[in-house]
């Protein structure tokens, strides 16, 4: 049986970091039978023997020959992960990859003299929770937070002389601006959220059409029974103004340098390319330190070289980021669950093309702005959805670069637009077509339920 995570341990050292994971493996040692099964029906089976052999050679303190086969079974692991589509791969070859992954990450931590983790180790750890399976999840965070605690000390000692990068309100969109040697944010700003979004609309080169229509917008938060029956109940978009002012993310994400702090280490998921229908787009596995320096800070001004981190758990992956938004009370209405949330962070000119979710959709803009367009779902048949494949919820129209000849139903379809701005939050119905494009560096969370 997995251990489940446990808080308990207080990492103050590299000392009783290993000793964690000898404690941690004598608990995760036995694998369930189901695991074991899976992978003998496979004809892996040998992987199991592998597995048990790294696991002795780690408790005889061997570690060097438990990091080569701890390295081999990922290897293996790895392997399976990428025949066929992601859909159809085991789960117990992702849990597999999730063992030899701990292993290797142990073993390079109780090998090395050094007093601190390496970023290869936090990778290995990071590419074990993307890729692996749901049965050490919560020992793989678990050791992730150790790892945090080891390094807290150290990095506040070291933040008060590393040199600051530019905050978000100095990266210059036009790539006109030089290089700041002083933190700015974004904060220091004149605010915009006093004009409307269509009396800005001119400035972010958005086409004015007669079929656009301005979304309900309120200065203040509904109450439940208001947004249940008004907009819930109605299916009707609505913006909500001054909805997240008392999150810790509203503040601290406009600076670089504390993502960078927290998170700069880790392994994400990003996209590259103008959208998921291009034929150029593509994934990548990159730091998030990696991520704000070459394309927030850096970027590329051609879309097929335009890195976005989008639609990622992110939030599941590092905790400490969670603590800085909260679940905003209306995702309790006509749920079972707690929401799935999602992050979308990334340069001005990210798009996601018009498709449909099947679930309701807060959508909160933390930092930044972004152009969103909307379609009621009774417009479907004149959006030309993909008929196949896996953009059945995605329509073939480029909605701000029309081809009239080929998709010629959509000239008179009316719809909804607004720019979203910094500490507002946007209502999608289940099943209404949004549009989106950011007209900055944006930063923004998605509750579905």
Known sequence: MQREADPILVTTSITSLREGFVS?????????????DEIRSSGFGWCLQLLNECFENFFAEDYDTACDLASELREVAWDKLHLGYWKDVSVEFRNLYSYSGLLQAACEVMKSNSTTISDETIKILDLSILMGGPLLEPNVQMVIDWIDQLNSS????????????????????????????????LSDQPSSSSSTSHTTQTDYNIIQSPNAHPIV???????????????????TPVIICSAIENWPAFKKWRDFNYLKKVAGKRTVPIEVGKSYLDENWGQKLVTLDSFIDDYILNGSDSEKDRGYLAQTQ??????ILRNDIMIPDYCALDADDEPQINAWYGP??????????????????????????????????SLYPHSSGLTTNTSQVDVENVDLEKFPLVKNVNYLECVIEEGQMLYIPRKWWHYVRSLSVSFSVSFWW
């Open 24 to 36: 941690l493996f004598k608990d995760i040692s036995k694998v369930p039978s189901s695991f074991e």
């Open 154 to 185: 150290t990095k506040a000692t070291q933040s008060n002389s590393e040199p600051k990068i530019r905050g978000i309100s100095e990266v210059d969109n036009s790539k006109e601006s030089e290089p700041s040697s002083k933190l700015s944010k």
């Open 217 to 235: 917008k309120l200065d203040d938060p509904p109450s439940m029974e208001e947004f249940l029956v008004k907009f819930m109940n109605t299916q």
């Open 314 to 319: 992110l939030f599941d992956q590092i905790p």
């Open 348 to 381: 001005k000119g990210t798009i996601t093309p018009l498709h449909f979710d099947p679930d309701h959709n807060l959508f909160v803009q933390v930092v930044g702005k972004k152009y969103i367009r909307l379609y009621s779902p009774e417009h479907t048949p």
